[in-house]
């Protein structure tokens, strides 16, 4: 089953065509990451999926209503931005919103699974910013949409709550869900994401696993490094290490 389907889209933002003819699928039990260097079009290519700015070709999500679609996708922009000074309780209770009920279960299980008990009864504005990405993702997973879409969902947390994060994305997939992160840290996509698809140079340059968009070639080609990776016993290790000359 798909959750998102993209075909041939692109996007030109003020005369400049960020990417061109990107077809991409998602569906059920996959954690995708999507990487890529500054300014590849990561963001660019999540809010036109999602039919926030303007693209060419299509997307199944794109033509929705904003009620259909919040029932289709959860959606954790990169800017972490809390409007009101609300209980974290309340801002996670906020993700059932899109199906108009008050339903208690998704909310505790989403602020159980984000480690926000201690917290739950804080005003979200007075949170640290690593403690506001935990809060929005909650409300995003209290949401229970098929699709959970993510921009930089890890950027600011500790190490500890990168794993516990990528951890719950995991378990979402085994559920059946379908995730779509981008992720600057490719260590971090390496172990935990089923699925890399590289974005560079206008384009969708590889799609696949881990293994294999992190070949020597296309690090060097997409962001310009070389890395050091290996297999263990508790999986893949990535480091980057050098600037590729
Ligand atoms: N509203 C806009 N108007 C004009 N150009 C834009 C706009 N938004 C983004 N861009 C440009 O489009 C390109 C892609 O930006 P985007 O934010 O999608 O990249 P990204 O891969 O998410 O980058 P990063 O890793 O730095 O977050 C960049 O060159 C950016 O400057």
């Given amino acids: 089953m798909s959750f998102l389907s993209l075909q041939k889209l692109s ?137 959970l879409m993510a921009d930089e969902p890890t950027a600011g947390l500790d190490p500890a709550h990168q794993i516990a994060t990528m951890e719950v994305f995991g378990a979402l997939a085994a559920e059946g869900h379908g995730v779509l992160l981008s992720l600057h840290d490719i260590g971090l996509a390496a172990r935990h994401c089923t699925r890399l698809v590289l974005l560079a140079e206008g384009r969708l340059l590889a799609d696949g696993p881990p293994e294999e968009v992190l070949s020597d070639e296309l690090l060097a080609r997409g962001f310009g490094i070389t890395a050091y990776h290996a297999q263990t016993p508790d999986g893949p290790v990535f480091q980057p290490m050098h600037r590729a000359r």
């Fill in 11 to 147: 996007v030109t933002l003020r005369g400049r065509e960020v990417f061109s003819d990107i077809t991409l699928e998602i569906g059920a039990h996959e954690v995708v990451g999507l990487i890529g260097p500054n300014g590849a079009g990561k963001t660019s290519l999540m809010r036109a999926a999602l039919g926030l700015i303007p693209s060419r070709g299509e997307s199944s999500l794109a033509g929705l209503t904003p009620q259909q679609r919040a029932k289709a996708v959860a959606w954790m922009p990169q800017a972490r931005e809390i409007a009101w000074p609300v209980k974290v309780e309340d801002l996670v209770a906020l993700g059932r919103l899109p199906h108009g009920d008050h339903a208690q279960g998704p909310v505790e299980a989403a602020i159980a699974k984000m480690g926000l008990e201690g917290l739950r009864k804080r005003r979200s504005t007075n949170l640290s910013g690593g403690e506001q990405a935990r809060a929005l993702l909650a409300r995003a997973l209290a949401q229970e949409t098929p699709l």
